[in-house]
């Protein structure tokens, strides 16, 4: 099998063997610690590691198995290192990223209960002048760079080699986005989106024809997700602590914004209006739990709306189905299939009020279009 190769098919998860890794667990405002943790892997290959819930491949090499429990982060790697220890570095890559993925595919098939589509995580994606991390779906053009044949049609990760050094408290460490939780997580929001809100109309489309372009309120959704898995809503604040909290590359989920920041238009970086939709249900989330309730319970409610809205359009004509991807855009749509899930609680009632009233706060209400809710949030 070579990295190139499609998916695996997924295997029941009796067959899955436990094995030890080195992966990074991140604090708010300062840099990750390597720790150990375990690992359940189908099989193992020169270039691949097989999960149950994703293949991820590296052109350069997999370590053996049993040397992933030993791997060190190295700094990161970089250009500035002897070539032994960028070889470190990207062996730990592997065991990080394939940690971070099994822990937020499982914390995701938990809520909604069933799992979803295998996903490829490809690292050194792009060759060694790449640095970024993004989510590719097979296309007939790319925004950026170019896609190699044979991208997965259930949706890709791609990470890079990184582009720059950040400072830590022992000096400076390589910021390789298969180091980094956060980007690992982000990415992984897409294949979450894809296969439930599927807010783009992919599955209706062409399956070597889908389109790579994102929404504000997926771009927002997936930083909420990091957020969730990181335990901190400075999901950034590692790589990107030198920017100010209120910087828009930040993205910080615990700063006071609101639709008045919300810029709208196909030429507004996604990122930055999703960050308004993000701080809203980080926001919404602290309200849901000061009611008692478990955090997860709101995750839940929260992916099983994403999943209600994919499937709404499932038995809808072309046209009907191009409406309500117009709608699925409003961050009110999403709120409202949202508070409907949450009504579903068993719980204290007050859990569904404290959460509207958490997104009022932000200038976010059931039954208005971003644009009404943006020029409202600014009189």
């Given at each position: 099998?070579?990295?190139?190769?499609?998916?695996?098919?997924?295997?029941?998860?009796?067959?899955?063997?436990?094995?030890?890794?080195?992966?990074?667990?991140?604090?708010?405002?300062?840099?990750?610690?390597?720790?150990?943790?375990?690992?359940?892997?189908?099989?193992?290959?020169?270039?691949?590691?097989?999960?149950?819930?994703?293949?991820?491949?590296?052109?350069?090499?997999?370590?053996?198995?049993?040397?992933?429990?030993?791997?060190?982060?190295?700094?990161?790697?970089?250009?500035?290192?002897?070539?032994?220890?960028?070889?470190?570095?990207?062996?730990?890559?592997?065991?990080?990223?394939?940690?971070?993925?099994?822990?937020?595919?499982?914390?995701?098939?938990?809520?909604?209960?069933?799992?979803?589509?295998?996903?490829?995580?490809?690292?050194?994606?792009?060759?060694?002048?790449?640095?970024?991390?993004?989510?590719?779906?097979?296309?007939?053009?790319?925004?950026?760079?170019?896609?190699?044949?044979?991208?997965?049609?259930?949706?890709?990760?791609?990470?890079?080699?990184?582009?720059?050094?950040?400072?830590?408290?022992?000096?400076?460490?390589?910021?390789?986005?298969?180091?980094?939780?956060?980007?690992?997580?982000?990415?992984?929001?897409?294949?979450?989106?894809?296969?439930?809100?599927?807010?783009?109309?992919?599955?209706?489309?062409?399956?070597?024809?889908?389109?790579?372009?994102?929404?504000?309120?997926?771009?927002?959704?997936?930083?909420?997700?990091?957020?969730?898995?990181?335990?901190?809503?400075?999901?950034?604040?590692?790589?990107?602590?030198?920017?100010?909290?209120?910087?828009?590359?930040?993205?910080?989920?615990?700063?006071?914004?609101?639709?008045?920041?919300?810029?709208?238009?196909?030429?507004?970086?996604?990122?930055?209006?999703?960050?308004?939709?993000?701080?809203?249900?980080?926001?919404?989330?602290?309200?849901?739990?000061?009611?008692?309730?478990?955090?997860?319970?709101?995750?839940?409610?929260?992916?099983?709306?994403?999943?209600?809205?994919?499937?709404?359009?499932?038995?809808?004509?072309?046209?009907?189905?191009?409406?309500?991807?117009?709608?699925?855009?409003?961050?009110?749509?999403?709120?409202?299939?949202?508070?409907?899930?949450?009504?579903?609680?068993?719980?204290?009632?007050?859990?569904?009020?404290?959460?509207?009233?958490?997104f009022a706060a932000r200038g976010i209400v059931v039954g208005?279009?971003?644009?009404?809710?943006?020029?409202?949030?600014?009189?």
């Open positions: 099998m070579s990295a190139t190769v499609a998916p695996l098919p997924r295997r029941p998860a009796n067959g899955v063997g436990s094995v030890r890794v080195r992966a990074h667990l991140p604090r708010p405002g300062v840099e990750a610690e390597p720790v150990d943790c375990t690992l359940f892997v189908l099989e193992a290959g020169d270039t691949f590691l097989a999960l149950p819930e994703a293949v991820v491949t590296d052109p350069r090499g997999v370590p053996p198995l049993e040397s992933l429990a030993f791997t060190e982060p190295a700094g990161g790697g970089g250009p500035l290192v002897p070539a032994d220890e960028r070889r470190k570095a990207q062996a730990y890559a592997v065991g990080n990223a394939a940690w971070h993925v099994q822990r937020g595919l499982r914390y995701v098939t938990s809520l909604l209960e069933h799992p979803l589509p295998i996903l490829t995580v490809r690292l050194n994606a792009h060759g060694p002048d790449w640095g970024g991390g993004h989510y590719r779906l097979p296309a007939r053009q790319y925004t950026d760079l170019p896609e190699q044949p044979g991208v997965a049609a259930t949706g890709e990760v791609h990470l890079g080699t990184g582009r720059r050094y950040v400072g830590t408290r022992d000096g400076r460490y390589f910021a390789a986005p298969s180091h980094n939780a956060a980007i690992i997580y982000h990415e992984l929001g897409h294949h979450v989106c894809r296969h439930t809100a599927d807010f783009r109309g992919n599955r209706h489309r062409n399956q070597a024809a889908q389109t790579n372009l994102r929404t504000g309120i997926e771009e927002g959704t997936c930083d909420y997700l990091a957020a969730v898995l990181l335990g901190t809503p400075d999901i950034y604040g590692w790589h990107r602590g030198d920017r100010s909290v209120a910087a828009p590359r930040r993205r910080r989920l615990d700063t006071p914004l609101t639709m008045a920041g919300f810029r709208g238009g196909r030429d507004v970086d996604p990122h930055s209006d999703g960050t308004v939709w993000a701080t809203a249900l980080w926001s919404a989330r602290f309200a849901w739990q000061e009611q008692g309730l478990a955090e997860h319970a709101f995750d839940s409610a929260l992916l099983r709306a994403l999943m209600h809205l994919g499937e709404e359009s499932l038995s809808q004509d072309a046209a009907e189905r191009e409406h309500m991807l117009r709608r699925r855009r409003y961050f009110s749509a999403v709120l409202a299939a949202l508070l409907e899930q949450a009504q579903r609680h068993p719980g204290d009632p007050s859990g569904v009020s404290a959460v509207e009233a958490a208005h279009s971003n644009a009404a809710l943006r020029d409202a949030a600014r009189r």
